[in-house]
Structure formats: structure tokens, C-alpha cells
């Protein structure tokens, strides 16, 4: 985990500044370098931006990767006098207008001449994907990333898509966010920008069961293990708020999908209410290779989960942090409040599954608990400050 992002520091090259997002430290060792060790012919295939930029060296181990360039703030393609005429009338004025503008404008001019529907992200990593699976499979074993963007802003998937969740707009489409409060926004605005993600959720349902379909016909469902996981949510509305927002770590936010499927079927349609994260990923595929890890790792294996028992190790809270903020929560409560705890805000999940009715005041010991006992335990100390 990067979290609690110590000894962070802000690359001179990237424009993103939150808190832990960097590089891989040089001397950590990725899960496909310790795969290759193990005889596994690794392959990689992304659009996401962040990914190629060369000095997070995120293809460390990979024996083959592909870039599919273009997507969001990619510095691809030139913008032209067509590409700015394109943001002409297509944004929604309001917060951080320039920021969606300044997006907007390398987008449009990275995806000008876009006509079917191939041409678009999300189907271009899948299909090249699908060409790595398929020649993967004579240099078996094999581990194959597939990491799309999508369905991440800017939203504008093909229009039959949208037509699904929307029955007509005229006006600006809201193809991104402000990320902040969503009270300058109309109803019809913010009902637009739920059908444009929708839309572009259901493309990315498409090409992902193409991806499945694909796998299948090369015979590899009886012996591989699939892994699907989202980095985070999105607002659009709740709360009062549309986007990614550091001070509103609310649920539409924190809770992401993380599926697996085994290839003897084990757990097939079975869920569970353990904790897990990213940082599991690592120990459940080396543990299901029966493969030791090089170093201790903050993760668990999940395959106990698969086979019905329990894990390996209690995970009784979990935390996180996002930026300057920290988030925790346990079978009861769940509470977010900034690195060093002020400005905490915290929901009885029992009572307020959806974490409407902010108690803290009522309940003070009981955030304090949670920051000191949660997460500065988690952290081994106090949290750092950048």
C-alpha cells in the first residue's frame, strides 16, 4: 500500500499532486517481476494515461505491453483550429470550468476522426487484449493485465449507449466533473451526467463480455483465474456532491468492485463481507500459484474466502486515505476525517447504511477511537503532512 504516503514528494513532470501518487519504489519488487521468476510470460495492455509516462516504469517485468494513446489529458495529437471548435457550446459553465476546458481540449483533438465504435478506448484495449490472450496461449503460463480507464471522465460513449438511461437532452453535455459540490448543477444536468456514465459503463460491460467471450473460444476458462477490480467511485448528486472529493468519502465513492473467478469454479456466486483491497491481489494470485512471496506483503491471499472458509487473518477495520484525507470504517461505524483527524464526520452503518446523518458530535470518543486506534495504528504513527 502507499498509504500513509510517507516520504512522498511531487514529481516535476506530473500534474496530478496528490498525496502517494509516484512511482514504484526502484528497490520493491512487482508482481510480474516475481511471475517472470516463476516461468510466467507477462503481458500488459492500457490506455490509462499515468501508466506510460516513463518515469513511473509501471511495465517494470512485463515482457509485452501496449500503449493506446490518446485518452483524457494524453499529449497525443496537436490541438487544430477543428479540435477548439469542438469545446465550443459542449461544456457545462460552473467550478473548475477551465480545468474541464483545458482536459477537453487535448481530448477532442485526440479523438478527432473517431467513427465506429472501435475507435473508442475502451474497445481498442480490449481487442488488443484479446490479440495478447490468444498468443499468450501457446507461451503458457502466462499473466495478462488489461488495465481501461474507462469509465472514467470524460464520458462520451457511443450515442446508442446513452440513449439507454436518457430519453433526450439539448445543451451542454456534462462529459466531466467539477469535483465538488453539485448544487450549481440542474436536476436535468445531473440526471445527463449519470445517463452519459451509465452509458459509457454499459460499453464498457460490452467489450469486457467480448473479452470473456474471447477467453472461452481459446479454451481458457477451465485454467485460468480472472481478477476484476475499479479504483473508485463517482458522485452524481449524493451527498450534494458530483465527482471525486476528498472531504466526501462517501460510500458511491469507497465501495468498488473486486471479483474473482476461479477456474474450478470455487465461490461461483457467493459474495463476502470481509474487507479487501487492491493490496490483495498480489497474495491471492501468488498464493493460487502455490508461489512464495519474495517479501512480506501487507495483503492477504483470498483463496480461503473462495473455498468457503475464513481468512487467513482478521481484518476487523480497514482504512485508507485520499490526499489529506483519511477514511475508516468497521462492521458498525465508518468515519473519515482529515490526516490528523480534525473535521471527522461519522455514520452508525447500521442504522444509516448510506452514511446520510453525520453523528460525530453526539459520539466524539467514538471518531477518536477510530483515528487513533484505526488509523494511526495502520499507519505506525502520525500521518504525515506534505
Known amino acids: 500500500r502507499t498509504f500513509p504516503f510517507r516520504d512522498w514528494q511531487k514529481w516535476y513532470a506530473e500534474d496530478v499532486g496528490l498525496w502517494g501518487w509516484q512511482p514504484i519504489p526502484r528497490g520493491q519488487t512487482t508482481l510480474a517481476e516475481t511471475l517472470s521468476k516463476e516461468g510466467f510470460y507477462n503481458l500488459f495492455v492500457t490506455d490509462t494515461l499515468h501508466q506510460f509516462r516513463p518515469f513511473y516504469d509501471f511495465h517494470r517485468g512485463f515482457h509485452a505491453f501496449h500503449f493506446v494513446r490518446g485518452q483524457e489529458r494524453d499529449f497525443f495529437r496537436p490541438q487544430t483550429a477543428q479540435s477548439r471548435k469542438k469545446i465550443e457550446g459542449a461544456l457545462i459553465d460552473g467550478p473548475n470550468a477551465s480545468h474541464a476546458e483545458e482536459i477537453m481540449l487535448q481530448y477532442y483533438a485526440n479523438t ?33 493485465t488489461v488495465d481501461v ?18 430519453d433526450g437532452y439539448g445543451g451542454p453535455e456534462p462529459v466531466t466533473s467539477s469535483s465538488g459540490r453539485s448544487d450549481w448543477m440542474t436536476e436535468a444536468q445531473l440526471e445527463r451526467m449519470h445517463a452519459l456514465y451509465s452509458g459509457e459503463v454499459t460499453m464498457m460491460d460490452h467489450w469486457l463480455g467480448n473479452f470473456m467471450q474471447k477467453a472461452e473460444e481459446l479454451g481458457l476458462m477451465e485454467n485460468t483465474m480472472f481478477v476484476f477490480l475499479s479504483d473508485h467511485g463517482h458522485a452524481f448528486g449524493e451527498h450534494g456532491y458530483a465527482g471525486k472529493v476528498v472531504t466526501a468519502l462517501y460510500p458511491e465513492l469507497t465501495d ?46 483470498l483463496t480461503p474466502l473462495l473455498d468457503g472458509n475464513g481468512p487467513e487473518k482478521a481484518r476487523p477495520y480497514f482504512t485508507a486515505g485520499y490526499h489529506d484525507h483519511v477514511w475508516a470504517r468497521d462492521d458498525r461505524y465508518a468515519m473519515f476525517a482529515r490526516y490528523d483527524g480534525a473535521e471527522a464526520k461519522l455514520f452508525d452503518l447500521e442504522k444509516d447504511p448510506n452514511m446520510e446523518k453525520d453523528i460525530s458530535s453526539a459520539n466524539p470518543g467514538v471518531a477518536k477511537k ?14 504525515p503532512s506534505y
Do not use: C
Open 256 to 301: 468498488t468492485v473486486f471479483m474473482i473467478k476461479h477456474p474450478n469454479g470455487n465461490g461461483a456466486g457467493e459474495t463476502s463481507d470481509f474487507f479487501v483491497s487492491t493490496h490483495d491481489v498480489t497474495p491471492t494470485i501468488l498464493g493460487a500459484l502455490g508461489v512464495e512471496p519474495p517479501a512480506p506483503l501487507q495483503g492477504q491471499d
Open 149 to 166: 480507464y474507462d469509465p472514467h471522465e470524460p464520458w462520451d460513449p457511443p450515442e446508442k449507449y446513452t440513449n439507454m438511461y436518457s
Open 370 to 383: 477510530m483515528f487513533t486506534d484505526y488509523v494511526v495504528e495502520d499507519a505506525g504513527g502520525p500521518l
Open 112 to 144: 478527432l476522426g473517431r467513427e465506429r465504435e472501435e475507435d473508442w478506448f475502451a474497445p481498442q484495449v480490449f481487442l488488443k487484449g484479446m490479440e495478447f490472450m490468444e498468443a499468450a496461449r501457446e507461451a503458457q503460463p502466462f499473466f495478462l
